[in-house]
């Protein structure tokens, strides 16, 4: 399995537009953030976990031809304001099969009406077929999927686990019964947004807290912001067996 790291940063990228914070100024890759998202490769099978407002970019940026499927976290725009770009996929494949919690697809129904309407379409408009995601285990390419659910604040979201990886972005509170789905990892991928507390995100603190809870074998930190800092100073104080992600990181498990 390779995973590809298309966007680790938060919901405004890495630099915010007009920002003069040196991180944002910051001439370092490794401090260029999209929006966050992943790329999950196995067999002949590419999924895409969530597509921000950056998909056309990062599906250009990394050379994909084909998808699978899109696996919704939630319903957020850095999360989901990409969908219309899935339209070069559709021509070439017919219907993308997308993968949410219902309350998600009435969010994407909404906004992308064109999308999901029953009626004549418009010339060009792409379509998909809707697998609802409840919090049990559900097939993606042949693969067990396992859902991990949370709270972003108090919004409800499911992270994924995908044999021994595990992703996990936008949560701030998870249950045991959750954790426990997250035993024996190879490597666990989960959201570190900055230094000080944040009221829907873990902060840098509590997500170490929570891969030492975890016990993977690797981890890695995504969707962070540039109050997190630089990149290399970041790293510098990380436990040996956790990476700060960054756009275009590749990882095989």
Sequence with gaps: MKITFLGTGTSQGIPIIGSTHPVCLSE???????RVSILVEWNDYTFV???GP?????MLRANVSKIDGIIF??????????LDDIRPFFFRQGDIPLYAHQRVFKALEKRFDYIFTTKKKYPGVPSVTKNE???EPFLAGKLNVIPVEGLHYKLQVFGYRFKEFAYLTDMKTIADDEVEKLQNLEVLVVNALRIEPHISHFNLE?????????????AYLTHISHLLGFHNEVQQKLPDNVFLAYDNLQITI
């Design 28 to 34: 370092d890759t490794k401090d260029k953030r999209l």
């Design 49 to 51: 976990v969530d597509c």
């Design 54 to 58: 950056d998909f056309r970019q990062q």
């Design 73 to 82: 976290t939630h319903e957020h725009a850095d999360h989901t304001m990409g």
């Design 133 to 135: 995601v409840k919090n």
């Design 206 to 218: 509590e997500a170490l807290k929570f891969i030492e809870r975890v016990k993977p074998k690797r």
